[in-house]
């Protein structure tokens, strides 16, 4: 017997999409008004604040660490089977409905929007971390080794990989998408507990505690990765060019990136697309050039055996619990991060990718990106590793931060100046296009309708600028704090994406029987 909520899933449009007002008030000034809280917090007591951040921090990642784990598997593991099925050839937003993009065009949305500055600082830090401290699930494995670079990349492949890239939508999408585009239910987070919990989602207090959770976590999550580009252009031009590293360069940097996501977000889906293909053709310009005159060979060699490594130790890495301090650092604290950002990447996902089937969208986030991401870790991180090898300390006598070991890497190649300055570049252009998607998605989720007023989309774009330059006028401990909240946010988000688990597959079992697939 189908149960109440199953009956309103499977009915006819249910016309409860529609708002009384076109802004939902209520959630931007919850919304608003705890960044803005935070950030006087911030202000008047940055220690106090940082040592409330950590005590939630090792609270959140004590008793949920295992299960954002087991979650982000399970997740996995259910997208496979979702798009390997006949469910896979469900068109997602109607039968009729065919995409309005080029597919190149909407994987590089997707990639650029929530790679933010990971895809440049970390590719090349992560690995390089690793290989001088392997994780300790490979404890006996010597650091500055060979066997230690395949396992520094093999872990970085977890990190970055195939759990990562499920979670930030692919369940997800299937029920935002049946749900707001086939029953005409808000684009917003809340409407994937309408398959549990009913009008209650939609009308109640649930719905605005879920809201504002999942835009409190992309906003804390987007403004951190704003921050930190500031302080780490400005040591890396301080470091090369010997530019002033002080307050006004990071700011000027912080103003720059904001003035061009902002642009974007405003000119609207287009804008987002034009500046994420020039991010994409600079990647692939970048990757060939440092696969032609990097360590050739051993990048080549060293992404197979890494892969082959990962594959081997997926589940141990993946649910790996016996050093907590390592865990809390590394693995737990991605997890954290990466569910956070889930919901809120899960509308951006649904906004572009109607038109598109159950199985493009699946193994474009959960096999083609995170098999591209891997290989761009490899290619960066890797040269890093492999010149290593080659000369011991060539890209570490840098420092240990990354965007020194960023830094060490593009420096020691040929052209090492322009590499270097194209290198921060991307990181610029990477926060950018992760700044206007999620400032636009934002927008949308407190509007009546998937297209956001203008101003509303200018005031979190230029909100989430501002707030970066705050924080970073008391350092990087206000960044850092405001990123660490995201993981604890990520505790009530990760309660709201799990009815998707079972919901995903329903759904998507009743959209194959309506489409005859």
């Known amino acids: 017997m189908k149960?109440?909520?199953t009956l309103q899933v499977d009915s006819q449009p249910l016309n409860l999409a529609k708002p009384k007002k076109d802004i939902d008030w209520p959630l931007f000034l919850i919304s608003g008004g705890f960044l803005g809280a935070f950030l006087i917090a911030a202000l008047i007591d940055i220690d106090g604040v940082s040592l409330l951040v950590n005590t939630l921090f090792a609270w959140s990642t004590r008793f949920f660490g295992l299960y954002w784990q087991i979650l982000m598997l399970l997740t996995f593991a259910v997208s496979l089977f979702i798009c390997f099925s006949k469910c896979g050839r469900?068109?997602?937003g109607g039968v009729d409905q065919r995409p309005d993009t080029s597919t190149f065009n909407w994987i590089a949305v997707i990639m650029c929007a929530l790679l933010a500055g990971g895809g440049a600082f970390w590719a090349a830090a992560e690995p390089m971390m690793h290989f001088a401290s392997p994780p300790p699930l490979f404890a006996g494995v010597q650091a500055h080794t060979e066997a230690a670079a395949h396992a520094a990349l093999a872990q970085s492949f977890v990190h970055w990989g195939f759990l990562a890239w499920a979670v930030l939508g692919s369940l997800l999408s299937i029920v935002l998408m049946h749900?707001?585009?086939?029953?005409?239910?808000?684009l917003a987070p809340r409407t994937v507990l309408y398959p549990?919990?009913?009008?209650?989602?939609?009308?109640?207090?649930?719905?605005?505690?879920?809201?504002?959770?999942?835009?409190?976590?992309?906003?804390?999550?987007?403004i951190g990765p704003i921050g930190f580009l500031g302080l780490q252009i400005s040591s890396a031009l301080h470091s090369v060019w010997g530019i002033p590293n002080d307050l006004t360069v990071q700011s000027i940097t912080i103003v720059l990136v904001t003035v061009m996501y902002t642009t974007s977000c405003l000119v609207g889906l287009k804008g987002i697309r034009f500046v994420s293909e020039i991010n994409v053709w600079l990647m692939i310009g970048l990757a060939i050039f440092m696969v032609a005159f990097g360590p050739t060979m051993f990048?080549?060699?060293?992404?197979p055996s890494a892969f082959a490594l990962h594959l081997e130790q997926f589940i141990p890495m993946t649910l790996f619990r016996a050093d907590p301090k390592w865990l809390d650092w590394w693995t737990v604290f991605y997890w954290g991060w990466f569910i956070g950002y889930a919901p809120m990447v899960a509308l951006y996902v649904a906004k572009i990718s109607r038109g598109r089937t159950i199985r493009e969208v699946i193994m474009t986030l959960s096999i083609i990106a995170p098999i591209v991401t891997m290989f761009w870790f490899t290619v960066v991180g890797g040269t890093g590793i492999g010149l290593e090898l080659q000369t011991p300390g060539i890209v570490t006598a840098n420092g240990a931060q990354p965007e020194a070991l960023l830094l060490g890497v593009t420096q020691?190649?040929?052209l090492g100046g322009l590499v270097s300055a194209l290198f921060l570049f991307l990181s610029f252009i990477s926060v950018a296009t992760n700044g206007d998607a999620m400032a636009f998605t934002v927008a949308m989720a407190m509007s009546s309708n998937d297209k956001p007023k203008k101003w509303l989309r200018a005031f979190w774009a230029i909100g989430m600028g501002l707030a970066a330059v705050v924080l970073i006028t008391i350092g990087s401990g206000?960044?850092?704090?405001l990123q660490s909240f995201i993981v604890i946010t990520a505790v009530p988000v990760s309660l709201l994406i799990l009815p998707s688990l079972w919901d995903a597959l329903r759904i998507a079992r009743h959209m194959a029987r309506e489409q005859a697939v």
Do not use: C, M, W
């Open 3 to 5: 149960t109440t909520s």
């Open 90 to 92: 469900v068109r997602l």
């Open 179 to 186: 749900l707001h585009y086939v029953k005409g239910l808000p």
């Open 196 to 222: 549990l919990l009913g009008e209650r989602a939609l009308q109640g207090p649930i719905g605005p505690l879920a809201d504002a959770t999942s835009i409190i976590a992309v906003v804390a999550g987007t």
């Open 299 to 303: 990048i080549l060699g060293g992404f």
């Open 412 to 414: 020691n190649l040929p």
């Open 478 to 481: 206000g960044v850092t704090a």
